[in-house]
């Protein structure tokens, strides 16, 4: 079965810290799907990125970058120089491929509310 | 380029009554998923529709949930009787085969 775990429930920083939220995850097979998701106050889900299994160079983008190790089954996030706008419930998730049905629900973590505070 | 639709936004029914939600994936995207999430919580697989086909159901749907996507377009997902267990936030999402999902806003039902 699959499973992630975004230990850290609630993270609060000042702005401009540069903060880690953590994702460990738990799969059986070895070609998978990793994201993380942001959900503002809003409430609307978005996408911030997807991570093929087989590729574990970490990623930049802009003042977010993800780092993959597949030996630690860890897919980590970091935000750079934190703004407030940034505060928001962040999911990690993971989906296999299912071969009969070729799909690819997502499994997600819990989430990690993140407050930045000016 | 319009993105996921949901209606309604906000539901209050009263228990026992039935709902129905309607989802509108993006245009070109062939795969549409139903979520449910509760306060505090990740987002819960339903069940998912590659065009028409409705091809996977989660154990949480129980018998009282019902799926449709006819011609493979926009979705309804239904709940008889309902109970107060079933309030929560149902989203919707669409991707283009197993390409990274995009969400709806989410109808948030309340059953009282």
């Known amino acids: 079965a699959q499973k992630v775990t975004q230990a850290q429930t609630e993270i609060s920083v000042v702005e401009k810290e540069d903060v880690t939220l953590d994702c460990v995850y738990e799969t059986r097979d070895t070609t998978y799907y990793l994201f993380w998701y942001k959900q503002p106050p809003s409430g609307e889900l978005v996408f911030l990125i997807r991570?093929?299994?087989?590729?574990?160079q970490n990623e930049i983008s802009g003042r977010y970058s993800w780092n993959f190790q597949k030996s630690t089954s860890s897919f980590n996030f970091t935000i750079t120089a934190s703004q407030v706008v940034d505060s928001a419930v962040y999911f990690c998730a993971l989906s296999e491929l299912e071969w009969e049905t070729s799909g690819s629900r997502l499994t997600f973590g819990e989430g990690t509310q993140l407050t930045v505070n000016p | 380029d319009t993105g996921v639709s949901q209606d309604p936004r906000h539901k209050i029914t009263k228990r026992g009554q039935n709902v129905t939600f309607r989802c509108d994936p993006i245009s070109e995207h062939n795969r549409l998923y139903w979520y449910r999430q509760t306060l505090g919580q990740g987002p819960e697989f339903l069940t998912y529709?590659?065009?028409?086909?409705?091809?996977?159901k989660s154990r949480l749907l129980s018998d009282r949930f019902s799926a449709e996507r006819p011609k493979g377009s926009f979705s309804t997902l239904e709940i008889q009787r309902t109970e107060q267990g079933d309030s929560a936030m149902y989203l919707c999402a669409s991707s283009l085969w197993s390409y990274e999902q995009y969400f709806g806003p989410g109808t948030r039902l309340t059953v009282t």
């Open positions: 529709f590659q065009n028409e086909a409705q091809l996977e």
């Open positions: 991570r093929n299994s087989f590729d574990e």
